[in-house]
C-alpha cells in the first residue's frame, strides 16, 4: 500500500476513534461469550447480533490500522499556496463576488470525516493544489469544466 498524505488533525481523529474501538471490544467480547453459553446458537439473537458488532468493530479497527500506519502527517507551511492543511475560500465562476465558499483540503483519509472537507483527489481539489490566491483556475470535472478563483487560504485551526 502507498503513503498518502494527512494532516495532524485527521491523524488525531483516527487514532482517537481507533483507541475508542478498541476501548469496547472487552466489553463486546464478553457478550458474545455470555450469548454463547446460553446454548443453540441458530435461533439466538443476542450471539447472532453479538457476533456481527464484534465482526463490524474489527473490520473497522483494522481498516483504522492501516490508515494510521500508511498516513503521512504533512507539515503545513504558512504561506498563500493551496496544499493540505489549508482552508481555502473560493468563488465559482458566474457566482456574485460575495458568494464565496470555504473548504479545508484534506488527505482521501479526510474526506467523510467533516462535511467542509474537500480531499485533494477530488477534481476540484487537485486542480487548485499549489496555486496560489488571487489565481483563477479551470476544474476539469466529469460534467464539464468550470472556472474558480482562490479568494483566501489560510492555515486550518
Known sequence: MDYFEIT??????????????????P??????AAAAALG???????????KRELRQL?????FLDKQI??????????????VIGKTVTLLFDGDDADDVETYKIV???????DADNLTSVS????????????ETVTV??????????????ELTA
Open 123 to 134: 477534481p476540484l481539489g487537485a486542480a487548485l493544489l499549489n496555486h496560489k490566491v488571487g
Open 58 to 62: 474489527d473490520s473497522r479497527s483494522h
Open 107 to 113: 488527505g482521501p483519509a479526510e474526506a467523510d470525516t
Open 40 to 50: 443453540d446458537r441458530s435461533e439466538n439473537a443476542e450471539y447472532t447480533e453479538s
Open 27 to 32: 466489553t463486546i467480547v464478553k457478550r458474545l
Open 8 to 25: 495532524p488533525q485527521g491523524m488525531a481523529a483516527l487514532q482517537a476513534e481507533y483507541k475508542e474501538l478498541r476501548a469496547k471490544r
Open 69 to 82: 500506519r500508511y498516513g503521512q502527517v504533512v507539515e503545513v507551511a504558512a504561506d498563500d499556496s493551496v
Open 140 to 153: 476539469h470535472a466529469p460534467a464539464g469544466d468550470y472556472g474558480v478563483t482562490i479568494k483566501k487560504v
